[in-house]
């Protein structure tokens, strides 16, 4: 009987093999599955909130971790971004009076003053600079950077020169509102005005140094909230207007409607899942309403009381204000 045994063993053994290999490649396409999903997400955004009496910082992260910080004083404008190239947002504000921008670090905790920007004795008064933090270089961390009205110019100072050396670039006059994004998809922000009395956003393509021209949103009423809403790697003009948004899609050129929000909302429009898409979110005393890109779903964030701001995070927009 040892002939018929051994087939049997064999067929045995095969099998074992077959469910060994079997187990390898589910292993593989696991493995290489994590691989290409952990390359497709991003960060995603904290929601983070300032109280305006106390200063105090709190941020909830996406996984839920809590933390407080009392950061800034009184006319400080907050410039949240990442400065340190971590992916994560650092607490930052910007002080007029002496044009220091005062930034902790996400990464290491340590806080950093760097003085970059003024405000313009003017005959009227002082005309301030605006802080415009932005990834202007291309390199992945944010940049500090101011629009200074009175001359149109952009003060970049660049996180790939480790903040020593600086870019400056004319786009715009006094009366713009500055609305940096990357329209292109270069990966480089474009310094770009929106002109209120013509209701015209003038942007220069970082890629050609091309101009585009778009006429679009209505001084007055609505919040300027460019980003990439359609997920093709540009940012797409787009106004939010008392609950409804407007995207100019970058793809289609045509306008889309979106009505999510509420007439007393702040819209605070961030990659909320990671996906590389900015979604809709909407603040309401004390509430988030996010409008998830990657499956697409409303979901609510209960984070921020009374007397608190909203800040969306990792798209940072000191461009985010009225048009007047
Ligand atoms: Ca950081
Ligand atoms: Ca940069
Ligand atoms: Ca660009
Ligand atoms: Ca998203």
Do not use: C
Request: charged content about 25%.
């Amino acid at each position: 009987m040892p002939v018929k045994k051994t087939p049997m063993l064999i067929t045995f053994y095969s099998k074992y093999e077959h469910r060994l290999l079997m187990l390898f490649v589910a292993i593989l396409i696991a493995m290489a599955f994590a691989v290409s999903s952990a390359k497709a997400a991003g960060e995603k955004a904290d929601f983070t909130v300032v109280n305006e009496r106390s200063k105090v910082w709190s941020i909830q992260s996406a996984d839920g971790a809590f933390t407080a910080f009392k950061w800034g004083t009184a006319g400080d404008v907050r410039v949240p971004a990442d400065y340190d190239g971590d992916g994560s947002n650092d607490i930052a504000v910007w002080r007029p009076s002496n044009g220091t921008w005062y930034i902790l670090g996400s990464r290491d905790g340590k806080s950093a003053q760097i003085t970059w920007g003024v405000t313009t004795p003017f005959p009227t008064g002082g005309i301030e600079d605006v802080p415009v933090p932005a990834d202007f270089d291309g390199d992945g961390t944010d940049d500090i950077a101011v629009w200074r009205p009175v001359d149109g110019r952009w003060y970049v100072l660049t996180s790939k020169s480790s903040f020593t050396k600086s870019i400056v670039v004319e786009w715009g006059q006094l009366g713009d509102i500055p609305v940096p994004a990357d329209y292109d998809g270069d990966g480089n922000t474009d310094v770009a005005v929106f002109r209120s009395m013509q209701n015209r956003w003038l942007i220069a393509e970082s890629k050609t140094g091309n101009m585009q021209q778009h006429i679009f949103g209505m001084a007055g009423d609505d919040l300027l909230v460019p980003a990439d809403y359609t997920g093709d790697g540009r940012a797409d003009v787009a106004v939010y207007r008392s609950g409804n948004w407007f995207v100019r899609d970058s793809e289609s050129g045509e306008i889309e409607k979106f009505e999510f929000g509420f007439t007393d909302g702040v819209p605070v429009p961030a990659d909320y899942d990671g996906d590389g898409t900015t979604d809709f979110a909407v603040y309401r005393s004390g509430e988030w309403f996010v409008y998830e890109s990657e499956n697409p779903r409303l979901r609510s964030v209960k984070h921020g009381r009374r007397g608190d701001v909203p800040l969306n995070t990792l798209t940072v927009k000191p461009s985010l204000v009225a048009v007047r």
